[in-house]
C-alpha cells in the first residue's frame, strides 16, 4: 500500500537486514526498524513494532533465515536449533509464526541459500493470499454495508492489503460504498492507532469508537457485519484472535449479525483440535494501566490512566468458538467453521 | 468513607457554596472544587468534576438551591425557572438530576429556605439510600464471590457509599472474601481510575482489565455475578448506565451469569414507559481520540492515543433491556425488573 504516495510493504528482507514498518510508533511517526540480526527480529516481534498474524509469520521466518545466515560454518545446526526456541517464544499464539520457523527450519537443514529462499517465498505468499482474501471476501459485503472489526487486521498485520481489511478494500475497489466501525481495541488501541490510520488514508470513511459502544451500535441497528481477522484456527473452527474479538461475536450473535474471519491457510493449526488447545499469551499489565500517544507538541509521552497501586491482568488473545462464526474468508474461498471444510480445504 | 483518614463525602453544600471532591482529577490527585453559584455547578456537572447518577441529583439539587438564593428578590420565578431550564440540560440521561430539579423547584415556590431544606433532605437521603442499598444487596453475594463491575458506582457516584460498590462494602462488612474485575471502562476509565482507586483504598483485591477481556474472564468461569449502576430505569425496567454496560449484560446472559442492577427509587423513572424513551447523552470525541492521565514525573498530560485525521462517536450510555437483568437492588430490597414490581415499590 502507499504512504505519502510511495509503495510499502510492512516487512521485507534485504541481504541480512529485515526491514519493518515501526508500528508502535504509529499513527505519530512513520520510521523503518531494521532488525540487523535474528535477536533484533525477536524483540521487535515481542515489543510488537511488527505486529499481526501475517506479518508475525513473515518476520519469524525472517528471523529463521538470519539465524541461518548467522550460524554458517561449525555449529550451524545447534545455532539455528537455538534459534527456532527464541523466536518460537516471541508471542505464543500466532499460528503463523510456528508455521514460518517450521519451514525456513526445514529448509535450512538442506542450506542457507534454501532457507533464504523459502523466507521470502512465505513473504511473497502472504501478499497474495490477502489479495486472495480479499477477492473471495468482498462478494459477501452488501453494496452500503456498515463494517465493524477489531483490532488491526489490514496490511500493516500482514505483509501487504491484509486480511479483514482486505476485503473491505476490495470490496471498496468493486465500487461498494462502506462506512467502518473501527473498535479502539484496548489495551494497545491496535484499531485506534492502526486501522484507523489505514482506512484514513485510503479515504474510507470510518468511525473510531470505545470497545464498549460496540453493543449500543448493534442494539441501534447500525452494524451490518464483522469482519475480524485470527491468529489461530483451530481444526474444529474455533479462533483465536485480539482480545475482544469473543465479546464481539456474543454480540453479533445477540442481535444476528453476521460474524466474518478472514485468515489465510497458515493461521489454520489443525493438530488444535478445539480453542482449548490454543496457548493465550498474557502480557505485560503496564499495557492496561498506561497509554502513550502524542500530547499537544507532538511530543510521545506515556502516561498513567489508572490508579496507582492497583493492578491488571492483561489477556491478549481470546477464543470465539466456532459456532459463534458466519463463515471463514480464505485465499481458496470461504469456508463454513466446521472440522470437515477445514481439513479439505487445508489438504487441498 | 474515609481519603488519608479524614472522612469524605463526595459533595456537600455550605452557605451557598457548593463543595465536591473533583473526580477528573483522581486517582492522581485529591482536590475540592468550590462552586460558588448554580452556573459554576452546571459547568461542574457537564466537565464530569461531579458524576454518577447519585452525585449528579444531589448536584442539580444544590445548583437549584444555589438558584434560589442567588435569585431572592425582583424576578425570583423567572430566574429560578431559566436556572432550572440550565440544569437540567447539563446531562440529559440521569434520572436523578430530574428528580432532584423537580423537588427542590417546587420547595423553592413556598420559600428560599424550603429549597435549601429539600437539597439538603436529598443529599442525606442519598446516604441513607445508598447505605440500605448495600445491606439488602449483600444478601446475594456469595462467600468467595468474584464480582465483575462497569464504570463506577461507588461512593464516588454518590454522596457516600455508593449503589454497586455499596453492595461490595457491605458483603466485605458482612465477612466475605470478595475479588472484584474492574472493567477499565472507556472511554472515560471511570473503572480504572475511580473505581479502582475505592478498592484500592478500602483494600478490597481487585484487578483492572481492559473492557475487551470481560468475555474471556466470563468464558474462563471467573466471574460469578455482575453488579453495576444504573443512570435511568424505565417503567419496564430497561436500565440506561454508563456505555458498555450493555455489552456487559450481553455477555453475562451468554454464560448464564447473574447480572445485578443496584440503584436507588430516584434512578426510576415511570413516566419512561421504555429504554426507547431515555435520551442518551452524546459526548465530545476527544474523549475517545485522547487519553490523560500523569506522566513519569507526576505532570499531568492529555495526549491523543489515536489516528489523527480520524473521528469517533461517543455516547456516554446505553439501554439494557429489562430481560438481561437478574434484579434491582434499591433501598427498599431487591425487586425484578418488571413492571408490576417496579410501580409497587416507587408508589410504597
Given at each position: 500500500m502507499k504512504v505519502n504516495g510511495k509503495h510499502y510493504l510492512t516487512i521485507w528482507m534485504e541481504g541480512s537486514t529485515v526491514y519493518m514498518i515501526d508500528q508502535t510508533l504509529l499513527p505519530f511517526e512513520f520510521r523503518i526498524f531494521e532488525a540487523k540480526n535474528y535477536r533484533d527480529t525477536c524483540k521487535a516481534i515481542s515489543a510488537m513494532i511488527v505486529r499481526g498474524a501475517g506479518a508475525i509469520g513473515v518476520a519469524a521466518g525472517f528471523a529463521m533465515a538470519q539465524a541461518c545466515m548467522e550460524g554458517q560454518g561449525g555449529g550451524y545446526l545447534d545455532y539455528i536449533q537455538n534459534a527456532r526456541k527464541e523466536i518460537e517464544a516471541t508471542r505464543p499464539t500466532a499460528r503463523n509464526l510456528f508455521y514460518a520457523t517450521e519451514r525456513v527450519f526445514n529448509a535450512a537443514l538442506k542450506s542457507v541459500e534454501s532457507a533464504i529462499r523459502e523466507a521470502i517465498a512465505i513473504a511473497e505468499e502472504n501478499i497474495q493470499d490477502a489479495l486472495a482474501i480479499g477477492k473471495y471476501g468482498q462478494a459477501i459485503i452488501p453494496g452500503k454495508a456498515r463494517i465493524a472489526t477489531q483490532c488491526n487486521a489490514g496490511w500493516l498485520g500482514f505483509v501487504d492489503h491484509g486480511s479483514a481489511l482486505s476485503v473491505v478494500y476490495a470490496a471498496r475497489d468493486a465500487g461498494k460504498v462502506l462506512f467502518v466501525y473501527v473498535n479502539e481495541t484496548r489495551p494497545r488501541s491496535q484499531g485506534a492507532r492502526l486501522t484507523a490510520w489505514e482506512l484514513h488514508h485510503e479515504n474510507i470513511p470510518h468511525t473510531i469508537i470505545a470497545d464498549n459502544a460496540c453493543a449500543y451500535f448493534a442494539a441501534s441497528e447500525k452494524i451490518d457485519l464483522f469482519v475480524v481477522g485470527a491468529d489461530r484456527i483451530a481444526r474444529n473452527g474455533d479462533t483465536a484472535n485480539k482480545i475482544g474479538t469473543l465479546d464481539k461475536a456474543i454480540i453479533a450473535k445477540e442481535f444476528g449479525i453476521p460474524f466474518y474471519v478472514a485468515a489465510p491457510l497458515s493461521t489454520f493449526d489443525v493438530k488444535c483440535q478445539t480453542g482449548k488447545d490454543i496457548p493465550i499469551e498474557e502480557r505485560d499489565e503496564d499495557e492496561v494501566l498506561f497509554q502513550s500517544g502524542t500530547d499537544a507538541e507532538g511530543v510521545y509521552r506515556n502516561i498513567r490512566v489508572s490508579n496507582p497501586g492497583s493492578h491488571a491482568l492483561n489477556p491478549a488473545f481470546d477464543v470465539t468458538p466456532?459456532?459463534?462464526?458466519?463463515g471463514i474468508i480464505t485465499e481458496k474461498g470461504i469456508i463454513k467453521p466446521i472440522e470437515e471444510e477445514i481439513v479439505k480445504i487445508c489438504n487441498a
Open positions: 466456532a459456532g459463534y462464526i458466519t
